[in-house]
């Protein structure tokens, strides 16, 4: 397979853990993947779930639903988008936080867009042999209530012990410091993993120090970028205060051979990781 990424590049990811890739989408296809979101969510009944995200005690139904979404595309609301009777507060598509977490297997047009021939080059560059998909997360950081997400590394939810994951994450908007861009710390991937989450939602802390977050730079992208994320690179990204919104779509992949560990929270028992082809 031909090569994607300059020597450079390949040099920039190893030292930094990270690494943009601008207009690796075309904005017609940014535009595409946003329609089948929209269409998707509108798709969506919110039946009973809106309870389980309106009160604040049902955090068993809560997790659950979580843990069972690897081999299905669910839908998780923003913390602020109902009220205490589980009414939305506003226009369904406004109040999804986020779609997870089997996109790339269940829905034709994210099934396509993951397995490009661009991002399987990507991947090989990268040196992740035999790839499979471990998970996909459309991201919606509605305006003005897009929630914050701490600073964290991908490896303490998604752990594979050989060879970290890697994220691939796709800005389908512009995504600035007004919306809530991503942020790193440069070279943070270098950093042994601090805590792991296992399936049963349990948390291991291996070091408690905290971030230096002084250390951060935001990684400010347009429509159609890519950044690539090693699984220990420490990342967030702040509230969505602004009035527009910063849809991002995301893809976690592994290589296929290592193991991936029977007590990470994702589990597919009914259907097997997939790889491109
Ligand atoms: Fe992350």
Redesign the pocket.
Known sequence: MSSLLSSSEIEFYNTNGYLILENFVPSHVCNLLREQAKHLINEFDPGEIKTIFSTKDQRHSKYQYFLDSGDKIRFFFEESALDEKGELKREKVLCINKIGHALHDLDPVFYSFSRSHKLAMLVNDLRISNPLFVQSMYICKQPHIGGE?TC?Q?ST?LYVKEQPVT?FWFALENATLANGCLWAIPGGHRTPLKSRMFRNTSVEHYDKTPWELNKMTPLEVKQGSLIV?HGLLP?MSKENTSAQSRHAY?LHVMSGDCEYPSDNWLQRPNMPFSGFC
């Open positions: 997400v964290h991908d939810y994220g994320l990342h995301t």
